[in-house]
T-cell receptor, first 118, second 114 residues
């Protein structure tokens, strides 16, 4: 597609329920990132994929959060037993190539999924 | 830990004026910096980037300046237009764990008055 797409655009769930958020990166982009943006805050890194593997999960806030990527393309971020503090906008970004020391590549963002946990 | 921060949370300018948004960073090892624009309800949109081997880079109506000595980054917008109203984030790439995650500041809200 022309850009990064995410679904759903909005998700309202009850505390304790599981949710799945989806990201479709730009075609041909090998790197994929998930970020979280709380109200009025900057973006917080969650996890990075290179192909189907996730070499950097350092930003996941708890073991309730997990993500996978299949076929080197679509990624899903799963939050189990959601809590009210999980309410935020979850943003996905992709970039063209793998991490190569000294040659950072631009990350392009999707529109985000706004998650509200009641 | 090291972080990227912004000097001013809000900036209000008149249409046609030039805008300057500032950002301080603390990670001296950072070598790539990006400015993003985020409009309400949308994801961040890439504006311009600069690598640490440069002091200045120009785009269309935007200029980014990098001062490595004082670890300061700025975004200049010429002839600001109402469509420029948004939150602007600076970000640096922080290499580690085999990835280049972006570290963002909290953002500056730019309001352009007609």
């Amino acid at each position: 597609g022309a850009g990064v797409s995410q679904s759903p655009s909005n998700k309202v769930t009850e505390k304790g329920k599981d949710v799945e958020l989806r990201c479709d990166p730009i075609s041909g982009h090998t790197a994929l990132y998930w970020y979280r943006q709380s109200l009025g805050q900057g973006l917080e890194f969650l996890i990075y994929f290179q192909g189907n593997s996730a070499p950097d999960k350092s930003g996941l806030p708890s073991d309730r959060f997990s993500a996978e990527r299949t076929g080197g393309s679509v990624s899903t971020l799963t939050i189990q037993r959601t809590q009210q503090e999980d309410s935020a906008v979850y943003l996905c970004a992709s970039s063209f190539r793998a991490f190569v020391s000294g040659s950072s590549d631009t990350q392009y963002f999707g529109p985000g999924t706004r998650l509200t946990v009641l | 830990g090291e972080s990227v921060g912004l000097h001013l949370p809000t900036l209000s300018v008149q249409e046609g004026d030039n805008s300057i948004i500032n950002c301080a960073y603390s990670n001296s090892a950072s070598d790539y910096f990006i400015w993003y624009k985020q409009e309400s309800g949308k994801g961040p949109q890439f504006i311009i980037d600069i690598r640490s081997n440069m002091d200045k880079r120009q785009g269309q109506r935007v200029t980014v300046l990098l001062n490595k000595t004082v670890k300061h980054l700025s975004l200049q917008i010429a002839a600001t237009q109402p469509g420029d109203s948004a939150v602007y984030f600076c970000a640096e790439t922080e290499a580690g764990g085999g990835s280049e995650k972006l570290v963002f500041g909290k953002g500056t809200k730019l309001t352009v008055n007609p």
